[in-house]
Nanobody, 122 residues
Framework: QEQLQESGPGLVKPSQTLSLTCTVS??????????WSWIRRPPGKGLEWMGA???????YYSPSLKSRISISRDTSKNQFTLHLSSVTPEDTAVYYC??????????????WGQGTQVTVSS
């Protein structure tokens, strides 16, 4: 059964770059017609779709984050990584990685990791 696991620092200073890695087991990130996504839930708010990297390697980003976000992958490790630059306290959230069949899908659609808390604070 496919599993996704987020990893990365739980605390990031303002203006720095947040980097989180998602490790996929039980499946391949190059499987056709699959999108590997990042979403987040800020405290007290709803889920926000951030971006995705497709099975082909193409990337798709939320317009609101496009100037600060990039997603890359390492097919040899079956991992994909989120980079979010110039973070502020408003980027504090629980971050999730997931697999979906359509770009922009949110839970309950797709399969998702358990999430990791990231706090932006000096």
């Amino acid at each position: 059964q496919e599993q996704l696991q987020e990893s990365g620092p739980g605390l990031v200073k303002p203006s720095q770059t947040l980097s989180l890695t998602c490790t996929v087991s039980g499946g391949s990130i190059t499987t056709d017609n699959v999108y590997w996504s990042w979403i987040r839930r800020p405290p007290g708010k709803g889920l926000e779709w951030m971006g995705a990297i497709a099975y082909s390697g193409n990337t798709y980003y939320s317009p609101s984050l496009k100037s600060r976000i990039s997603i890359s992958r390492d097919t040899s490790k079956n991992q994909f990584t989120l980079h979010l630059s110039s973070v502020t306290p408003e980027d504090t959230a629980v971050y999730y990685c997931g697999r979906t069949a359509v770009i922009g899908q949110l839970p309950p659609f797709g399969s998702w990791g358990q999430g990791t808390q990231v706090t932006v604070s000096s």
